[in-house]
């Protein structure tokens, strides 16, 4: 990749993918009926885009740029987490081996609680944007 | 590969950097607006309310009576923990949700009306909500929220809910698991 495919922008441009996270995301914080269950979406939430945002550091220091459409990731990753709970809306009880989408019953017993999950959530977030600064190429300015 | 596709971009550090605050302040707000909404007859662990299985902590333990021999034997048992204030409205909604699959009892913090139970039990000191194991709410009275007793007169789940009526699909799936 030469520096020239290389360009500089800011974080602000409306995209039609960055809308359609947003409104997912929206749409599954509804799903969790009753001001209670709400803590469970962040739960999910902070664990799904810290391990999407680890996922994407790899990526990212691997491949040399930038990942595609970053807002996607997070994303898939909550809903991936929180699958056990879609599950829980159509009748299907929790089970011990729902640990297996991100741990889902574990992390919520973690000292701190989402407390937490929120300071690794934004740990791996500054791993991931420090990521990406480092594949700038020396002929763009920072 | 397209020549868009190889064109990659990187924001400037600064916006990374403005990224990363704008992340953090929109979690804490968003996170600490959550919080706020959460009244005083809920857990103050919220991951000990509706935590959605069974046997968690120290379950499964046997169930003490409430009224009327229930729980008993062979038909499981939704054991509701009430205040007065709405209990009229908690048991009657309740009992439309789960009395085909359930046998319902209410232990109340006082005297109320508690339609469409199999029976009620006042208890102002709270002894029974604590032989079941529930939890004090936030706000340090008595406990609001349900227990689930299987056949065999197990306590099996176990939960505040400050408005149980409006999760009856909760309790019928956790029903459905026994």
Redesign the interface.
Do not use: E
């Given at each position: 990749?030469t520096a020239a495919?290389?360009?500089?922008?800011?974080?602000w441009r409306v995209c039609g993918w960055c809308v359609f996270a947003i409104l997912v995301e929206l749409g599954l914080y509804a799903s969790y009926?009753?001001?209670?269950?709400?803590?469970h979406w962040?739960t999910h939430a902070?664990v799904g885009a810290a391990a999407a945002l680890a996922v994407m550091t790899v990526v990212v220091l691997v491949g040399r740029?930038?990942v595609a459409r970053p807002l996607l990731w997070p994303m898939l990753a909550h809903v991936f987490a929180m699958t056990?709970?879609l599950l829980?809306g159509a009748?299907?009880?929790?089970?011990?081996w729902m640990n297996l989408f991100l741990g889902h019953?574990r992390v919520?017993?973690v000292p701190g609680?989402?407390w937490t999950w929120?300071v690794v959530?934004?740990a791996a977030?500054?791993a991931y944007?420090v990521a990406?600064?480092r594949?700038?190429?020396p002929s763009?300015?920072? | 590969m397209s020549t868009e596709r190889a064109t990659s971009t990187v924001p400037s550090r600064r916006s990374l950097a403005t990224v990363w605050v704008a992340a953090a302040l929109a979690s804490v707000v968003l996170f600490g607006v959550a919080g706020r909404l959460e009244g005083g007859r809920d857990d103050v662990d919220q991951a000990k309310q509706r935590v959605g299985f069974l046997d968690e902590g120290s379950l499964p333990i046997p169930a003490p009576l409430v009224a009327s021999g229930l729980p008993g034997p062979g038909r499981p048992t939704v054991v509701l923990f009430l205040r007065p204030d709405d209990a009229a409205q908690e048991c009657r909604e309740v009992s439309r949700s789960v009395a085909a699959s359930a046998a319902l009892v209410a232990v109340l913090s006082g005297s109320a009306a508690c339609a469409g139970v199999a029976g009620v039990l006042v208890d102002p000191e709270g002894r029974t909500a604590a032989a079941y194991g529930m939890r004090v709410p936030a706000d340090g009275g008595p406990p609001v929220g349900y227990a689930v007793v299987d056949d065999r007169t197990m306590v099996r789940y176990r939960t505040l809910d400050p408005h149980p009526a409006a999760n009856s699909r909760e309790i019928m799936t956790v029903l459905d698991a026994l």
């Open positions: 990749m495919a290389v360009r500089v922008r800011g974080p009926r009753g001001h209670d269950a709400r803590f962040f902070f740029r930038p056990p709970d829980f009748g299907y009880v929790h089970r011990w019953i919520h017993f609680r989402n929120l959530y934004l977030l500054a944007l990406v600064d594949v700038r190429p763009v300015p920072a | -």
